[in-house]
């Protein structure tokens, strides 16, 4: 899994009208005629930051840039994406929960958000430059902390950390029905 993801980086120059994400996944975009068009108002509302579903967005380490995360999360998947609101709700706030870890436990002064869709899964990674894993604690020793991977491992299909050179990526995937 590991050498896979790092061979991913740069790899793809989106091009307009191609979906890079699937091009990202080696998968073909969709029917350019069944394709809706996509949305200028997305990108306006993502510009000052970048757009997630393009690259990696990169955010200081701040606890204001939860938000930042969850709004970006939100735009994807409900403007560019159309997905549930009550996939995009839960989603969310998985983000918050990994950009919580991310800021409060790595020391980093930044972090990376980037999304990615394919066939039937939307993948989302959070990167920090540390190398300590976060663990999934039991029930009983958690209250408010400590209940993130919790939420994680209940609210998604399938999660896990990959470490890179320098640093992990935290991930999560969710399975969506394709219209």
């Given at each position: 899994m590991?050498?896979?993801m790092?061979?991913?980086?740069?790899?793809?120059?989106?091009?307009p009208?191609?979906?890079?994400?699937?091009?990202?996944?080696?998968?073909?975009?969709p029917?350019?005629?069944?394709?809706?068009?996509?949305?200028?108002?997305?990108?306006?509302?993502?510009?000052?930051?970048?757009?997630?579903?393009?690259?990696?967005?990169?955010?200081?380490?701040?606890?204001?840039?939860?938000?930042?995360?969850?709004?970006?999360?939100?735009?994807?998947?409900l403007?560019?994406?159309?997905?549930?609101?009550?996939?995009?709700e839960?989603?969310?706030?998985?983000?918050?929960?990994?950009?919580?870890?991310?800021?409060?436990?790595?020391?980093?002064?930044?972090?990376?958000?980037?999304?990615?869709?394919?066939?039937?899964?939307?993948r989302?990674?959070?990167?920090?430059?540390?190398?300590?894993?976060?663990?999934?604690?039991?029930?009983?020793?958690?209250?408010?902390?400590?209940?993130?991977?919790?939420?994680?491992?209940?609210?998604?299909?399938?999660?896990?950390?990959?470490?890179?050179?320098?640093?992990?990526?935290?991930?999560?995937?969710?399975?969506?029905?394709?219209?």
């Open positions: 590991m050498g896979g790092a061979g991913l980086e740069g790899m793809e120059q989106p091009r009208r191609s979906d890079p994400a699937a091009a990202r996944w080696g998968i073909p975009g029917d350019p005629d069944t394709a809706p068009a996509p949305c200028a108002p997305v990108f306006a509302a993502l510009d000052p930051v970048g757009d997630p579903a393009l690259g990696e967005v990169r955010l200081p380490s701040r606890p204001q840039s939860a938000g930042i995360a969850r709004r970006l999360t939100a735009a994807v998947l403007k560019q994406w159309s997905l549930t609101p009550q996939l995009a839960h989603a969310v706030l998985l983000v918050s929960e990994l950009v919580g870890n991310a800021v409060r436990h790595t020391g980093a002064r930044i972090f990376g958000l980037r999304m990615l869709r394919r066939r039937g899964w939307i989302i990674e959070v990167r920090d430059p540390s190398r300590g894993l976060p663990c999934l604690m039991p029930v009983q020793e958690m209250d408010t902390s400590g209940r993130g991977l919790f939420l994680v491992d209940k609210l998604s299909d399938r999660w896990g950390v990959d470490l890179l050179p320098r640093g992990k990526t935290t991930w999560f995937e969710m399975r969506i029905a394709d219209r």
